[in-house]
């Protein structure tokens, strides 16, 4: 993990030390698929769960991820809604992070709601929530929000995710759009 850390602050995408700090803590490995837990390091995304031969669930690439984070330009006690929980990679390195604040992270599938779940047992974080639902309409029950990741893309922002963001609230969210040839 050393390396990865080491690339990623020379490369300018890592600046922030609570950042640092947080994935000095962590180990990505817990995060992805034991077959490819051996590129657990690398600066690629990486499959962290899959089912009958269909990838249910990925790791993002920690440059773009780490990017995203520092764009948040968060204070520690921030409320931070994180979607597209997946196996809880973002989810516990912003709980790391925001050492006063909160994480409400929001997965669609159960399963891979529970491999989270379980990886924050793992690392005693106790200031991160896991909601199983649909993040395109988040969490009305702990809004509002200070800060928004997603790294799963979104057809938009509903207006139901828009009114729990405080104002000033930052977002980072891919928007992935349809076309239709005719």
């Given at each position: 993990?050393?390396?990865?850390?080491?690339?990623?602050?020379?490369?300018?995408?890592?600046?922030?030390?609570?950042?640092?700090?947080?994935?000095?803590?962590?180990?990505?490995?817990?995060?992805?698929?034991?077959?490819?837990?051996?590129?657990?390091?690398?600066?690629?995304?990486?499959?962290?769960?899959?089912?009958?031969?269909?990838?249910?669930?990925?790791?993002?690439?920690?440059?773009?991820?780490?990017?995203?984070?520092?764009?948040?330009?968060?204070?520690?006690?921030?409320?931070?809604?994180?979607?597209?929980?997946?196996?809880?990679f973002c989810a516990c390195l912003?709980?790391?992070?925001?050492?006063?604040?909160?994480?409400?992270?929001?997965?669609?599938?159960?399963?891979?709601?529970?491999?989270?779940?379980?990886?924050?047992?793992r690392y005693l974080l106790s200031?991160?929530?896991?909601?199983?639902?649909?993040?395109?309409?988040?969490?009305?029950?702990?809004?509002?929000?200070?800060?928004?990741?997603?790294?799963?893309?979104?057809?938009?922002?509903?207006?139901?995710?828009?009114?729990?963001?405080?104002?000033?609230?930052?977002?980072?969210?891919?928007?992935?759009?349809?076309?239709?040839?005719?």
């Amino acid at each position: 993990m050393r390396e990865l850390l080491s690339f990623l602050k020379r490369a300018g995408y890592l600046t922030d030390s609570r950042l640092e700090s947080a994935l000095m803590e962590l180990d990505r490995r817990d995060f992805v698929s034991p077959e490819v837990a051996d590129e657990a390091y690398s600066d690629r995304a990486l499959v962290s769960l899959a089912s009958s031969g269909k990838i249910c669930s990925t790791s993002t690439q920690p440059s773009l991820l780490i990017s995203m984070i520092e764009e948040l330009k968060l204070h520690e006690d921030h409320k931070v809604l994180d979607l597209g929980t997946g196996t809880g990679f973002c989810a516990c390195l912003l709980g790391k992070m925001l050492t006063k604040g909160s994480v409400v992270s929001m997965e669609t599938d159960k399963t891979v709601a529970s491999i989270a779940s379980r990886n924050l047992r793992r690392y005693l974080l106790s200031n991160v929530r896991i909601v199983i639902g649909d993040g395109r309409y988040g969490c009305k029950e702990e809004a509002m929000y200070d800060a928004m990741i997603s790294t799963v893309a979104l057809p938009g922002i509903t207006v139901e995710l828009f009114n729990q963001m405080k104002i000033g609230a930052r977002s980072i969210v891919p928007i992935h759009r349809s076309y239709m040839n005719t």
